[in-house]
């Protein structure tokens, strides 16, 4: 991510400050646009109402994290929170995987913090190892994030959000945020 949103290493704040509403929200807005984007890219129409449900689920790892961080009795330290944010998409995954859910749904969330050029986390995938659905969600999921307040920050313009998305382009299938750009552009 580009420095301008990085977190502090000096700032004490939590990580991890769960707020249900903030992430029914977000789940929400990721589902959209995902949808949008996906229909932009012309993927069967079946996959697109997929999508749409992994939209909503992606980061249902995070209820389960917090329980455990929530667990232990003092601030843990920022970068032990690092770790477990890092296991959000997994534990999604596992949580979802015997609920009768598509492999394209399921694959969708375990690998949506995956970047295309193979930095990303849990499995380091690159390119087209990394499913369409999962690339989708990557752009939708960082644009809505940046536009968006959060605890340390508020919501950055869309002309800045897209010129950080622009910088960290490395991260994206190039398909899909010309897709993005079309659907966003139109809104
Ligand atoms: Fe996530």
Do not use: W
């Amino acid at each position: 991510m580009g420095a301008a949103y990085k977190r502090s290493s000096n700032n004490p704040e939590r990580i991890l400050e769960f707020d249900l509403s903030a992430e029914l929200n977000h789940g929400m807005a990721v589902s959209n646009l995902a949808y949008a984007v996906a229909m932009q890219l012309g993927l069967d129409s079946k996959l697109c109402y997929e999508l749409a449900i992994a939209g909503m689920l992606h980061d249902i790892g995070k209820l389960k994290l917090t329980c455990y961080i929530n667990g232990q009795e003092c601030n843990p330290l920022v970068i032990e929170e690092l770790k477990y944010v890092r296991m959000h998409p997994t534990l999604g995954y596992e949580e979802l995987k015997d609920q009768g859910y598509s492999d394209f749904i399921l694959e969708s969330i375990l690998y949506h913090h995956e970047n295309y050029d193979g930095s990303g986390y849990p499995s380091n995938k690159a390119g087209e190892e990394i499913p369409i659905g999962a690339r989708i969600l990557r752009v939708c999921d960082v644009f809505t994030a940046l536009s968006s307040d959060r605890p340390y920050r508020k919501a950055f313009d869309r002309k800045t959000v897209m010129e950080l998305m622009i910088e960290e382009v490395k991260n994206f299938d190039m398909e899909v945020f010309i897709a993005f750009q079309k659907v966003v552009h139109n809104t």
